[in-house]
């Protein structure tokens, strides 16, 4: 079974080199940290930055320049600012290249909650929607289970809907799955978790690749 | 000969009234009109409706107007953050609207560029889209979104010049320059103001046509919501 570190090892392994990549607030985040040797990617921060940079030492911190979880960060070489606007305009137009978004619930066809619990205080879908209505290749980094055990991998979301149809993959401590017309196609499971286990916590259709194999983590 | 220069936040606001919907710039804490949601507190300007991005925090930014309860209802993408805001909403105080960060922003460069109204993706098929209607392209649904309509936007930049022209820094342009080409009357907090003419052209974000007011603000304190560096 992975930890939030592994899933975003796991996530870091779909970069190609040259991506445009945007990555959410939480696991996703983490991704930026294991980006393989030898290849570059772009991160994208939906306030107007192309190419963030790690955090900065304590005396170059500066409070124009943060991040879109509105932490400061630093800019990379070849890095680029814009306003919001032309920064969902290529969101939308299909220049990002992948999406990584955390998520309280995917459906296996696709669709995504993960703005909203009712009852609870609404903060907000932030570029959420946005993201998930316009990007062509979105991974879900999430626990494969909430709180109470119960599966976030579902036939229907039962929480409000944050975009239709959206997801390709979900990546979970226990495996990853594609987005297929059959369901969740689980194409890896993680080390020393069982297939039964997979099936047992998996509500939504699931079926098994013939591919399947064990992740490999470096 | 052009006359946008105002002494202070205090005369740049002056005329805003009760029941005014305003926009204001910044994303987070970062790069919002400090000087004038000061001014705004001091005058009490009551009942307002505020389009920006988030609402501050307790003790900064529009949590200040929010304290006073100062504003009716906020338009913003996301609201977290703050403890007052939440008290208010659940208590029925204030009104919230939360629309996408794009449909927010793209919503001020159609106001800014003379269109009624915008097409995009984002919200088909959640309670976004209630009401709205919708239209299929090439096969994929969207929704119609129109152009704001606001009384004032107010903006804050890094240098300006005595013809309104506005240069951001870093994320810190983030919706200024789209609320300033969307406010009926638009007014600028810069942090250096300068003759015309020693702004390079080729550097302007904003030309000074969409702004009708400018000055030079003070004592910025640019707070941060979350400081993160690296440890040496």
Not at chain 1, 194 to 200: A, G, L, Q, R
Not at chain 2, 61 to 86: D, H, P, R
């Amino acid at each position: 079974m992975l930890d939030k570190f592994g899933i975003a090892k796991r996530i870091a392994q779909e970069l190609k080199d040259g991506y445009y990549v945007n990555l959410g607030i939480g696991i996703p985040t983490l991704v930026a940290n294991y980006v393989p040797d030898g290849i570059e990617v772009i991160l994208q921060s939906e306030n107007g930055l192309l190419g963030i940079g790690p955090f900065p030492y304590e005396e170059d911190v500066d409070a124009d320049l943060i991040n879109a979880g509105k932490q400061t960060v630093t800019t990379t070489k070849g890095s680029s600012f814009f306003d919001s606007a032309m920064s969902f305009g290529m969101i939308r137009s299909g220049r990002v290249d992948l999406t990584v978004l955390g998520a309280m619930e995917v459906a296996d066809n696709g669709d995504i909650a993960n703005w909203k619990i009712p009852g609870k205080m609404v903060k907000g879908m932030g570029g959420a929607m946005d993201l998930v209505a316009s990007a062509k290749n979105i991974i879900v980094a999430m626990q494969h289970v909430n709180k109470a055990g119960e599966s976030k991998l579902l036939p229907t979301c039962t929480l409000p809907i944050t975009g239709l149809h959206c997801v390709k993959k979900v990546v979970t401590e226990l495996g990853v799955f594609d987005i297929t017309p059959e369901g969740f196609s689980c194409i890896e499971y993680a080390p020393g978790v069982s297939i039964d286990y997979i099936k047992e916590k998996t509500l939504g259709r699931l079926v098994i690749s013939e591919h399947v194999k064990e992740m490999m983590l470096s | 000969m052009l006359n946008k220069i105002v002494k202070n936040a205090d005369e740049a606001i002056a005329d805003i009234q009760d029941g005014a919907v305003i926009m204001l710039g910044g994303f987070g804490l970062c790069g919002i009109p400090e000087n004038c949601i000061a001014a705004l507190v001091k005058k009490g300007t009551k009942n307002l409706t505020c389009i920006s991005n988030n609402a501050g925090v307790d003790d900064f930014g529009i949590g200040l107007m929010l304290k006073t309860k100062q504003v009716k209802k906020m338009i913003s993408s996301y609201v977290g953050e703050n403890a007052e805001f939440e008290r208010q909403l659940l208590s029925g105080e204030l009104e919230v609207e939360l629309i996408p960060q794009g449909t927010l922003a793209t919503r001020c460069l159609a106001t800014g560029y003379g269109m009624p109204a915008i097409y995009t993706p984002a919200g088909v098929g959640t309670e976004v889209a209630n009401g709205k209607e919708t239209r299929l392209f090439n096969g994929k649904t969207y929704l119609l979104e129109h152009a704001f309509d606001s009384d004032f936007a107010i903006v804050k930049a890094w240098k300006g010049d005595t013809h309104g022209n506005l240069i951001f820094r870093a994320t810190s342009r983030n919706f200024n320059p789209l609320m300033a080409m969307a406010g009926k009357i638009t007014i600028a907090e810069v942090e250096e103001l300068v003759p015309a003419g020693e702004l390079d052209p080729d550097m302007i974000h904003t030309p000074g046509i969409y702004v009708n007011r400018i000055f030079k603000g003070e004592n910025y304190e640019k707070r941060i919501e979350q400081v993160t560096i690296t440890k040496k």
